[in-house]
């Protein structure tokens, strides 16, 4: 029997050991030194791009830097991102209200070299307010021009005709700084445009963000102008009527069809506004701006009040001084009373074109009816939710730009026993009170009629053009 020999596999397995130790030894060594190595690469230094550069500077901004900002423990959305901005302001004329008022006109102005509209713009403001309706108003001018000096003489000229408007809390006139405004160099523009309109343009939209802003907290409501209009009579009257029966949710009401002028806003939305075309300053023009925000805002289809209660003036533009001969055709200076807002529907046989449907232009609405293919059989019929007993009857049918649009031959008739077909509603007696004149039907010093449930319009003869009604104002006397 054979003895067995332990040196010879105990030397083995030692000698296997020792060289597992040493490469884990090694294996470890190498894993310390690759670690090490991507720390270094991880610090990323200042030198290193880091994809965040400032486009005015040229200056790399490094990830490590954003991280090392100081936070704001008090942050909130609704302040710090939706807040106002905080914008250094400088009063040059006038002092804030003491409380709010009803309407802030607010207006952004800049010296021309051949023209000044601003103080005829004023004059027009205050000559076409009642006592009443001065007291609902705050007019802020804010001086936009890049000269300190111009503003400040500007303002003098302001204070020297309307001293007393400013004394009385119904006139504001400030300034800003320039320097923090964005950059106005090398701006975008469309091919069509230099890039001398393209800063013009873009230096507008800052000008008006910066109004905006300070106009926020003035008044329940704020009403944008330029400093070259002129206004109809009881403007401000006329607007508040018009908002008081406006039943729809709004963001945007236009009293003029022209641009930026006497677009209405709600205070509320001014700081969304201000920076909405902050962020879109060096994109496109303010009025196209101003149309995307109230589409933002859910608001399809901008409402337009008719006819225009602010017309363009200025021949000459702020823009170089060039010629400007934009006009508003449906302006009225003398729009009279709009009568009473009775609830009503509307029905009609007519074509309609577009979108431009009955129910716009039904009391108590105030848009515009356009329809085509007049026939001698064609009416327009207004269904009261309630009797009425009208007092004075006033229906507009064209307009300044579509002066052929009118009924050319036509009456209107009131009617009694209201009844229910299977699509509509209409009246089963009518009584003919009145032709069409040149487009207008007009009745008043009614003293005898009862009360009715209906109104039509009915045409008498075909006719090649279409037809509009842009107007149905009625007062009525109390039952």
């Not at 230096?203 to 926020?216: G, I, R, W």
Request: some cysteine.
């Amino acid at each position: 029997m054979k003895t067995r020999n332990f040196k010879t596999p105990l030397a083995c397995y030692w000698r296997t050991f020792s060289r597992l130790c040493f490469l884990l030894a090694l294996l470890t060594i190498l894993i310390v030194i690759i670690w090490k190595q991507s720390q270094e690469q991880c610090k990323c230094p200042e030198t290193e791009e880091s994809g965040f550069q400032d486009a005015g500077k040229k200056e790399i901004i490094s990830l490590e830097n954003i991280w090392k900002m100081p936070q704001n423990p008090n942050f909130t959305v609704m302040e710090n991102a939706m807040g106002p901005l905080p914008i250094p302001y400088k009063y040059l004329l006038g002092y804030p209200p003491a409380k709010k008022k009803f309407l802030t006109i607010g207006i952004s102005a800049v010296h021309r070299e051949r023209e000044h509209y601003l103080l005829r713009t004023l004059e027009s403001i205050y000559n076409h307010c009642k006592p009443e309706e001065l007291n609902l108003i705050m007019v802020v001018i804010y001086l936009a021009n890049n000269d300190s000096k111009l503003n400040e003489q500007s303002a003098k000229e302001i204070k020297a005709q309307f001293g007393v408007r400013a004394n009385e809390g119904q006139l504001l006139v400030i300034e800003s700084s320039l320097a923090g405004y964005p950059p106005l160099r090398n701006m975008k523009g469309t091919s069509s445009e230099t890039q001398q309109k393209a800063l013009y343009r873009s230096k507008q939209n800052v000008d008006y963000s910066y109004l905006l802003n300070f106009c926020a907290g003035l008044s329940w409501y704020y009403l944008m102008l330029e400093d070259d209009i002129v206004c109809a009579n009881n403007f401000v009257l006329i607007i508040q009527h018009f908002i008081q029966n406006e039943e729809k949710p709004w963001t945007t009401i236009a009293f003029s069809r022209l641009g930026c002028i006497g677009k209405l806003y709600h205070s509320s939305d001014l700081i969304k506004l201000a920076r909405f075309l902050l962020m879109f300053y060096d994109q496109m023009p303010a009025d196209w701006l101003l149309d995307l925000f109230h589409k933002s805002q859910t608001q399809k289809d901008l409402i337009i009040f008719r006819p225009s209660l602010f017309q363009h003036i200025g021949r000459v533009s702020s823009f170089h001084s060039m010629e400007n001969q934009l006009q508003d055709p449906e302006f009225q200076e003398e729009t009279g009373d709009f009568g009473d807002f009775p609830t009503a529907s509307c029905f009609t046989n007519i074509p309609v074109f577009a979108d431009y449907i009955p129910a716009k232009v039904c009391p108590p609405a105030k848009g515009l009816f356009w329809g085509k293919n007049i026939t001698s059989q064609s009416f327009f019929t207004i269904v009261f939710a309630n009797p009425i007993v009208p007092q004075k009857i006033q229906i507009y049918t064209g307009s300044a730009e579509y002066n052929q649009d009118i009924l050319h031959y036509g009456y209107v008739e009131t009617g009694r026993l209201k009844i229910h077909t299977h699509d509509s509603e209409t009246c089963l007696i009518f009584n003919r009170i009145g032709d069409f004149n040149n487009g207008l039907f007009e009745m008043k010093g009614i003293s005898s009629m009862d009360d009715i449930d209906c109104l039509r319009i009915q045409a008498t003869a075909p006719q090649k053009q279409w037809l509009q009604i842009r107007r149905i104002s009625i007062w009525v006397k109390n039952i």
